[in-house]
């Protein structure tokens, strides 16, 4: 396993954004729990004009904070990680844009879009939730045997979400049929998270788990994460 592991933060940085905030902690307290080094870098979106710019690295995490200032960048980030096996994290925006990444390059809806910043689109996988949740806080279940039962050792979590957009439920049954699935439901039964089958480490959630270590909380699917960026 490597001294160091290198995780780069695909999203457009702001001291603004509270999961910015929370992800540099979320990561030193996974690396203070394994033993190991631990460096990130911010990788704006619109530096991402092709792979080669997080190649490098050895996990991606594609933070919160859409829209992007690239869309394009995002989603070549995702697509990177998702083909290479290179372990990743979405989270909230990442979340969003690790579904519309697979809608467009594995289902081959290349009109898939976000109704943020198409919302005329006529294939929206990404809509307006019905409920806001803006600064909201809910009950997730986990699918059990996924990746975040495993990591959280326990049926269900409390969450924390900034956002107002999540999976478009007319397209629900195509998206989660596999490889894509379905990994965590809030109480309502909608899609709060999913995990690709086949890969070394592929997660998306819609709430923002790194936000409970401001709270003075480990982040169990931030330490998976870490640990599976370690055995890449």
């Known amino acids: 396993m490597p001294d160091t592991v290198r995780i780069g933060l695909v999203g457009d940085r702001s001291a603004s954004v509270v ?10 307290k996974a690396a203070e729990d394994q033993d190991v080094a631990v460096e990130h870098e911010w990788v704006p979106t619109e530096e991402v004009v092709g792979p080669e710019r ?7 995490w594609c933070v919160p904070g859409s ?27 990442g979340f969003q844009h690790a579904v ?25 996988v990404i809509a307006p939730l019905t409920c806001g949740l803006l600064e909201g ?8 045997g996924s990746k975040l039962a495993t990591a959280y050792r326990a049926p269900e979590v409390g969450a924390e979400y900034l956002c107002r957009f ?3 439920p007319d397209f629900r049954a195509a998206i989660v049929a596999g490889p894509l699935r379905e990994a965590a439901t809030d109480e309502n039964g909608d899609v709060r998270a999913v995990e690709l089958d086949a890969h070394p480490f592929f997660v998306a959630t819609l709430f923002q788990p790194e936000r409970a270590v401001l709270r003075g909380k480990r982040v169990p699917i931030v330490g998976a994460f870490v640990a599976a960026c370690r055995e890449a």
């Open 67 to 93: 829209p992007y200032r690239s869309m394009a960048g995002a989603l070549t980030a995702i697509r990177h990680a998702r083909e290479n096996g290179v372990p990743f994290l979405g989270t909230c925006g």
């Open 19 to 28: 999961a910015h905030r929370a992800i540099p902690i979320a990561l030193r």
């Open 137 to 144: 806080e809910g009950l997730v279940r986990f699918v059990p």
């Open 54 to 60: 997080v190649a490098s690295f050895d996990g991606l």
């Open 166 to 168: 999540g999976l478009n």
């Open 100 to 124: 519309i990444e697979y809608a467009q390059d594995v289902l081959g809806w290349r009109d898939a879009a976000h109704a943020e910043t198409t919302p005329n689109a006529a294939r929206t």
